[in-house]
């Protein structure tokens, strides 16, 4: 099995070399399947390891040796472990049913082979990070999923506004990237080493400052915020809307926005060691989850309704994170890639049978024309909202006893609110999507349809995970047979929750959020479904609405702030510096030269008696050096 590792990254970049470079000439068909053909394989062998690992252990594998430079050594290696694994399973599993998905989805567009061509290099850098025994090779690869993030979400790139989305999602990750590499430099520094089994194990032999290891935790928590879009460098990820709805699927659920999650989780023996650096990760992620639940409450835009509550959900993470709760952190990792995924290709069913229309207010009544679309996407609905036995339900009220047991009431009502506000959100984008009458044109309303089966087949393949997917790790007090098998899956690698709560303590909880959330969606039913309360134009809104729906003008601050004063620095370097400096003297020297020559022109006229005239003066300029 070991020889086969490397296939599980490998094969899709085959895949983009070969769509990449002879996909126009192969036919959109044969691109299909190369693309979800290559990515089914990493999903079968990683199946093969996940067996191995749970008989076996963790499999260690090194390919070859990346550099040596003094007592630096890096191998480009494997470390296939229950966290790894896990998170190759996510990542082919989810990524191939994408990939199905946007055979249909992208079948009538120019780029279809490009487009496959960047998911497939996606799923390879997002693979090498997961996959890598060390912080270089998850360095590596978490560049990769900055650069493929910047390729697909400005793919349409003749669109000024998605171009401009691009730029925006790819620097503002290199702010958070600068924090992750100088966090790895420190790291080599104190342990020298960037293995990860080699710096864990150093941990208990290593003196360590308090300092030393907070600022190391808070780092690669800077390069956590960006990637994994909390505040402040959350505005990237509700513009990279821009990109086709499958890439929003793809880096919301199965790449990317996860791979600060992971770092955290990977790193769990060192932010272990800093109480000060979880309390800051758990603060953070508090306010992210509340602030953009917040806004989500007031878009209307299908896709940024689901990218800010991708964004609040992140926030939900990282306070299990900051809690010490890694495990249940993970598993909402994963019932949040099924729900999520399924959502947002639930959205592009819609925008597809919509003809591109994605302002909710122009749908409506949708549930008769695409039945598919709107059972699948109630499930999705409903599943983030918490409701009852769905997978939100589980890996939700798994953080929220968590929270109430380390951080008391108060905590427990923070994470609380931001799930209601999520329920609130969710439930009008259902409602108001799918019910009522429909608003759109007379074109849009004839040309209305069902998705086809290659897009439909993956959304009840995910509707079904998202109805199952909580059952991984269902509590102890439920007794429902499948008790903490997740947590106790990652017990090698991740230390298990320890809560300590009573049992009725916990349903007593359950019961209170639940009833909540249950209550949210059968009033939004009401104000939304049945009266068809539609939301109001942004510019007749008023007042602390109309902040909501402008997003808190953070991005017009960012603009004021950062944006405005860059671009006219540029200009004053443009006209300053290279205008009238650089090109002033390069262009001084040859207009210098020009005139220069065009004196001694003059003298070259074919005139006798002006080179006679020349000569004489040469002659006597010569006898004046001999004699004076």
Partial sequence: ????????????????????????????????????????????????????????????????????????????????????????????????????????????????????????????????????????????????VGLCSYLLIGFWYTNKEYGKAARKAFIMNRIGDLGLLLGIFLIFK???????????????????????????????????????????????????????????????AATMVTAGVYLLARCNPIFTLSPEAMHLVAIVGVITCIFAAIIGLRQNDIKKILAYSTVSQLGLMFVALGMGAYTSAIFHVTTHA???????????????????????????????????????????????????????????????????????????????????????????????????????????????????????????????????????NTPHFMHLGNEQWLANWFSAVIPINEMHLEPSTEWGLMIFTTALALAVITISYFVYGKKSNLPVADAAQTGITKLIAYKFYVDELYDFLFVRPVEKLSKIFHYYVDIQGIDGIVNGIGKGIEQLGAGFRKLQNGNIEYYLLGMVAGVFLLLLTLFV
């Avoid at 050594?73 to 896990?86: E, K, R, T």
């Avoid at 710096?199 to 907070?214: D, Q, Y």
């Fill in 338 to 472: 099924f729900f999520k995924a399924l959502l947002f290709l639930g959205a592009g069913s819609v925008i597809h049978g919509m003809g591109g229309e994605q302002d909710i207010r122009k749908m409506g009544g949708l549930r008769k024309a695409m039945p598919v679309t709107f059972w699948v996407f109630l499930v999705g609905t409903f599943a983030i909202s918490g409701f009852p036995f769905l997978a939100g339900f589980f890996s939700k009220d798994e953080i929220f006893a968590f929270t109430y047991a380390h951080g008391g009431m108060v905590w427990w009502g923070l994470v609380g609110f931001g799930a209601l506000l999520t329920a609130i959100y969710m439930s009008r984008l259902l409602y108001v999507t799918f019910f009522g009458t429909f608003r759109g044109t007379h074109e849009q309303e004839h040309h209305l349809h069902e998705s086809p089966k290659v897009m439909t087949i993956p959304l009840m393949v995910l509707a079904v995970l998202s109805v199952a997917g909580g059952f991984l």
């Fill in 190 to 252: 104190i342990f020298g080493s960037l293995n990860y089994q080699e710096v864990f194990a150093r941990i208990s032999t290593t003196p360590l400052e308090a300092g030393v290891v907070t600022t190391i935790c808070v780092l690669l928590f800077i390069g956590a915020m960006g990637k994994s879009a909390q505040i402040p460098l959350y505005t990237w990820l509700p513009d990279a809307m821009a990109g086709p709805t499958p890439v929003s699927a793809l880096i919301h």
């Fill in 1 to 144: 099995m070991n020889a086969l590792i490397p296939l599980i990254p490998f094969l899709p970049f085959i895949g983009f070399v070969v769509n990449g470079l002879f996909g126009k000439k192969l036919g959109k068909s044969m691109v299909g399947i190369i693309g979800s053909g290559t990515l089914l394989a990493s999903f079968l062998l990683s199946v093969v390891c996940f067996n191995q690992v749970g008989s076996s252990g963790a499999i260690q594998q090194t390919l070859y040796n990346f550099f040596t430079v003094d007592n630096l050594s890096v191998n480009f290696g494997f470390l296939i472990d229950q966290l790894s694994v896990w998170m190759m399973l996510i990542v082919t599993g989810i990524g191939f049913l994408i990939h199905v998905y946007s055979i249909g989805y992208m079948h009538d567009d120019e780029g279809f082979h490009k487009f496959f061509a960047y998911l497939n290099l996606f799923i390879f850098s997002m693979l090498l990070l997961v996959m890598g025994d060390n912080f270089l090779m998850l360095f590596f690869g978490w560049e990769g």
